[in-house]
């Protein structure tokens, strides 16, 4: 009986791709040519309904399109589908922060979950305080799920900084963004009056929105941690501070500032500083501190 072996070419699979490639530049053997912004770009089916689902669809067998020679994408930009054709044709996919969204909206229109992958790769290994809003807003509007937990990560430890030079950026944040970092334990050098301030003037300038959603973003705040005359001036006037929950919220702040060294007792998440819970202070002889934090850590220093 005879004995088989199964074995793989690495090298096939690329060459297979250079092929397509090279009859896409030389445009021959293409059957159908898609058209965005008045460009057109001759390409393959058989290449195209096997890299995308859109496409895999929009060939079938009971389609209008199955047939058409030119299909026009009045939904993307040339510089997306070009980004997005090559990415098939090539495996590589031509990305920058000015061309970031068209290529994200292609890649999302047709299916190519391959390239959307790249592109919050791209954003979440590059965010800087400059751009974490603003990929923020991208990755929640495209359901880029890792890359908005990253930007909204960003966005609580640049905080301090946004606050002074990108305050606008930060007027113009999405709400499951501006919820998810009002609520992070860890917001390094932001006042929390300002925080109150800043949430205050994004309901302004987003509003107006249903007291519901207004309570949902102010009870992420820790008044707890403002002086009562702050306090005071932030609530006069202001109709979201002004609902049946944010009033208990504000009534039982001034009732823990008013409780003196009984504090502690009260104590509760919106009293809490935004700080690392991880973080200890060891004061004492340096034999000692070593014990004491070998003990409690099981390690060596």
Known sequence: MDTYSLLYSSSHRTGLLSGFQRLRDQKKMCDVVLEAGGVSFPCHRSLLASSSDYFWALFGETTAERSADSIRLPALTPEGLEAILDFLYSGWLSISSSTLPVVVEAARYLQVEAALSICERFMADGLTADNCCYYANLAEQHFLLNALEAANQTIAKKMAVLLQKSRVDLLGLNFPSLMAVLDADEIPGAKEVDLIRLSLDWLDENGPLPLLKSNLL???????????????????????MATPLIRSQLTRALEYHHMGSTQPIAQSRQSTLRGSPNSVLLVGPAQHCTNFYQICTNKSL
């Open 218 to 240: 102010l009870s992420r705040l820790r008044f707890g941690l403002v002086a009562p005359s702050d306090l005071s001036d932030l609530c006069h006037g202001n109709r979201a």
